[in-house]
């Protein structure tokens, strides 16, 4: 049985929901934090809460780790 899930396939993108009515502050300081961590993972920034959600994919790639998950959710957790 041939497993298609090989090691060297792509991970998902990370996706980060943003709300839409977020300050400009706060993007830039999501990207701040997003550019400090360069790795090979793609993210997506998905804005809800407007009429409709909308998706950016963006131009760099991050390294996931528990540091940048806390930041990145302790900025956001400030906008909701």
């Known amino acids: 049985a041939g497993d298609a899930s090989s090691g060297a396939e792509m991970e998902p993108p990370y996706v980060i929901e943003v709300p839409e ?11 701040y934090i997003l550019q400090s961590s360069p790795g090979g993972r793609v993210v997506e920034l998905r804005f809800v809460g407007g009429e409709k959600p909308r998706k950016i994919r963006l131009p760099f790639q991050v390294r996931i780790d528990p540091l940048l998950l806390n930041q990145v959710e302790d900025l956001l957790g400030t906008v909701g």
């Open 21 to 31: 009515k977020s300050p400009g502050e706060v993007l830039q300081k999501l990207k």
